[in-house]
């Protein structure tokens, strides 16, 4: 019998064309394992209850083509159930795709569906919101609500956003209490990690792994201007962990507390939190589709 499997298309994520999607899925997706069935969102949330009605009709795959903020939107309604993630990065970032060594090319990427296994991942929960890469506040939240405000997207506008907001960005001071952690910090960039990178490669917790039952969290001080660079090539050479400007913690569950609410971010989809802040992992929560090991 074939498997059964979904794919869901945000139209709108990133800056790729996905109106000859179709044809490429169906020329590229092998028919003798699958059986396939396409739909696109049309409005924020619609990801979701796709998949939820994919999960009661029994489909194995749901893919998400687009970016985190699509694989959130869709995974959210697969954890704890029989139904995998195939994942089908077409966003601006893919950092969970990134990570989990899915090719960014989509011909390339559907091929590999046709040659993969189903794991188990964790994912986060920060409160009760289901996230599945990274989340967090500082100065990349700042960015993300800035960048979501925009009508650009891809690399370009993101980075511009960047050095823009490096110089009106603000800090606050931060306190973090966990089992065995009691730390209070101004800090500029505060990070969760389920997986290791923000996405584009940029590792900002190069050990984080989505199979450890741990969230690394990435804590990186106020930094003069002039160690931007080095901090942009410890970004993208796996090595930001190591400078004196972070410090990393590795925990199951934290709560963070802050001097006034703001911009906050799960997987790159910015909103505002409140000052009280409560992050956790479930073990194993998932299940993603990923290259056959052998």
């Not at 989509?106 to 409160?127: F, R, T």
Request: aromatic share 10%; with cysteine; net charge neutral.
């Amino acid at each position: 019998m074939k498997i059964k499997i979904a794919f869901i298309i945000n139209p709108i994520s990133g800056t790729s064309k996905k109106k000859d999607f179709n044809e490429i899925i169906e020329r590229e997706l092998d028919a003798t394992i699958y059986d396939s069935e396409i739909v696109v969102t049309d409005h924020p949330g619609h990801g979701t209850e796709l998949a939820k009605a994919f999960v009661v009709r029994k489909f194995q795959i749901v893919v998400a083509v687009g970016g985190d903020g699509t694989v959130n939107e869709v995974g959210r309604a697969l954890i704890n159930t029989k139904t995998s993630l195939g994942i089908i990065p077409m966003g601006s970032g893919n950092g969970l795709a990134r990570h989990l060594n899915i090719p960014m090319n989509e011909i390339k990427a559907i091929q590999q569906l046709n040659n993969s296994e189903s794991i188990l991942m964790d994912y986060g929960i920060v409160n009760g919101r289901p996230f599945f890469c990274t989340c967090g506040t500082g100065f990349d939240a700042y960015v993300s609500t800035e960048f979501a405000k925009g009508d650009k997207r891809g690399i370009m506008s993101y980075i511009e956003k960047i050095i823009t907001g490096y110089f009106s960005y603000k800090s606050q001071n931060y306190h973090l209490i966990g089992e065995g952690i009691d730390l209070t910090a101004k800090a500029f960039v505060l990070t969760f990690a389920n997986a290791s990178q923000w996405g584009n490669n940029a590792y900002i917790a190069p050990q984080a792994s989505v199979q450890d039952g741990k969230i690394d969290i990435s804590i990186m001080s106020n930094f003069p201007i002039i160690a931007i660079p080095t901090l942009a090539l410890q970004l993208f050479a796996k090595t930001i962990d190591k400078d004196l400007f972070m410090t990393t913690l590795r925990t199951d569950k934290i709560t963070l507390t802050r001097d006034e609410p703001g911009p906050f971010h799960y997987d790159g989809e910015p909103y505002e939190e409140g000052t009280k802040i409560c992050v956790k992992v479930v073990p194993n929560g998932i299940r993603v589709m990923v290259k056959k090991r052998f």
